[in-house]
C-alpha cells in the first residue's frame, strides 16, 4: 500500500548491485509547476463523464490528477506531459501541451491519449457549483449490483455522503460538485485521500443512477431505488 513505483524500485535495486556503467537508465524530465502554472487546479472530463482528468502540484512538480487521485507527478517529453503505465499500471497517459506562461490561460479542450485511446475532454467550471444547489438532485437510495450493496445518499449539514452497506462492511464517502453532472468523492478516515469520480444518469431529467469511477475501477454502477 505504499505510494511508491515498484518499477522503480526494481531499477533502484539493479542499478545499486550492478552500478549505472551497466544498466544506465535514460534521463528523465519530471515537469515542473512552474513551467505550466495555469493547468494547476484545472479539471477536464469527457462527454460522456467516463474520463475525468485534471492537473495538480506535487511538491513542485507537475502532476496528472485521474479519476480524482492523488497528483501523480508527470513528465515532459516532446511538447507532452506524460505518464507511464509502469509508474502506476494503468494508462499510459499522455496530452500534447507546451509551456504556459503564469499569464495564460487553462484551455478550453485538450486531448488525452489513455492507452493508445484519443479522448477530447472538456475544461470544468473554474469556480464550482454550491453543493446544496446540485447535490440534492443526487439524494435518495440507491442499489450497487456489482457489490451486491446499497446505498444512501444524503447531506449531513453542508456534507453531501454516501452511506454504502454491504456483506463486506460499510463506506462512507463525501461529495463534491465539479457541476451539475460531474462530482469527485473520498473515502474518509485514513483513506481520504483517496477517491474518484461520478457522473450522473438522468431519465426525463431525473436522477436514476451514478457511475463511479476511479484511477484503476471503473463503471461501478448505482441504481436508483424507490424510496
Not at 469556480?127 to 456489482?146: K, S, T
Request: negative net charge; aromatic residues 8%.
Amino acid at each position: 500500500g505504499a505510494p511508491v513505483s515498484v518499477s522503480e524500485l526494481a531499477n533502484s535495486v539493479i542499478e545499486f548491485m550492478q552500478g549505472d556503467d551497466l544498466l544506465p537508465l535514460p534521463a528523465e524530465r519530471v515537469a515542473a509547476s512552474a513551467d505550466f502554472m495555469p493547468l494547476v487546479g484545472t479539471a477536464y472530463a469527457s462527454a460522456d463523464m467516463e474520463m475525468v482528468f485534471g492537473f495538480g502540484d506535487a511538491n513542485g512538480k507537475l502532476g496528472f490528477v485521474v479519476h480524482n487521485s492523488p497528483v501523480i507527478p508527470a513528465r515532459e517529453e516532446d511538447g507532452a506531459l506524460c505518464l507511464d503505465f509502469s509508474r502506476i499500471v494503468t494508462g499510459p497517459y499522455r496530452v500534447a501541451m507546451q509551456r504556459l506562461a503564469a499569464s495564460e490561460i487553462a484551455p478550453p479542450t485538450i486531448q488525452l491519449d489513455d492507452g493508445g485511446v484519443r479522448l477530447d475532454l472538456e475544461r470544468l467550471p473554474e469556480a464550482a457549483p454550491l453543493l446544496a444547489d446540485v447535490g440534492q438532485a443526487l439524494v435518495g437510495n440507491y442499489q450497487i449490483p456489482d457489490l451486491n450493496a446499497y446505498a444512501r445518499i444524503e447531506f449531513d449539514g453542508d456534507v453531501l455522503l454516501a452511506r454504502i452497506e454491504s456483506n463486506f462492511g460499510p463506506n462512507l464517502l463525501t461529495l463534491k460538485a465539479y457541476s451539475s453532472e460531474v462530482f469527485a468523492w473520498n473515502f474518509t478516515g485514513q483513506l481520504a485521500q483517496l477517491g474518484g469520480s461520478l457522473g450522473v444518469e438522468r431519465s426525463n431529467g431525473k436522477v436514476s443512477g451514478l457511475r463511479f469511477n476511479t484511477l484503476r475501477t471503473r463503471h461501478l454502477h448505482f441504481q436508483r431505488i424507490a424510496e
